[in-house]
T-cell receptor, first 112, second 110 residues
């Protein structure tokens, strides 16, 4: 049981480049989430998917898009990266919306 | 708007020196308060969920308690391996998302 996995672990982008962060869970959870974590700002929700086929905006969705590919996979896309998107990105999943969430190891993204 | 404030921001303890971390919250209808541990370079690891005032949960040297306005994470006789950042989060009655506090960085010296 791998839990929540994320790829890549590290990424450096130039301003304006695009990329997709991948997330998969093997716990048969219904809900999945994308957060960013910045020093002094804590964890902030970008987007979430309450169930397969649905997605909703969180606290800081601007500049991001998501896709719930199937029950296991939830991707986060940066269409045109900006230095303000330099952060650590975490994916999480839960059995039901709002219940305890289980986090992946994170992706450290630097935009220059 | 839900708010979670954790204090102190950082706490240095000697091994064996018990202490408490505080999580103060304002939320429109609490439907769960969550404690996580986060080690450097890793994702948060779930510890406890508390649902109602007066509830307590324990795991090894950690005990979490809940009142109507705050939660405490009590650490009894900590060891260096307890060093980590501890995060608190709340879920409101809309149930859509968790709101996290900024965390308390705990350092336990041998």
């Amino acid at each position: 049981n791998a839990g929540v996995t994320q790829t890549p672990k590290f990424q450096v982008l130039k301003t304006g480049q695009s990329m997709t962060l991948q997330c998969a869970q093997d716990m048969n959870h219904n809900s999945m989430y994308w957060y960013r974590q910045d020093p002094g700002m804590g964890l902030r929700l970008i987007y979430y998917s309450a169930s397969e086929g649905t997605t909703d905006k969180g606290e800081v969705p601007n500049g991001y898009n998501v896709s719930r590919l199937n029950k296991r996979e939830f991707s986060l896309r940066l269409e045109s990266a900006a230095p303000s998107q330099t952060s650590v990105y975490f994916c999480a999943s839960s059995d039901q919306q709002g219940y305890e969430q289980y986090f992946g190891p994170g992706t450290r993204l630097t935009v220059t | 708007e839900d708010q979670v404030t954790q204090s102190p921001e950082a706490l240095r303890l000697q091994e064996g020196e018990s202490s408490s971390l505080n999580c103060s919250y304002t939320v429109s209808g609490l439907r769960g308060l969550f404690w996580y541990r986060q080690d450097p370079g890793k994702g948060p690891e779930f510890l406890f969920t508390l649902y109602s005032a007066g509830e307590e949960k324990e795991k090894e040297r950690l005990k979490a308690t809940l009142t109507k306005k705050e939660s405490f994470l009590h650490i009894t006789a900590p060891k260096p391996e307890d060093s980590a950042t501890y995060l608190c989060a709340v879920r409101n009655n809309a149930g859509n998302m968790l709101t996290f506090g900024g965390g308390t960085r705990l350092m336990v010296k041998p």
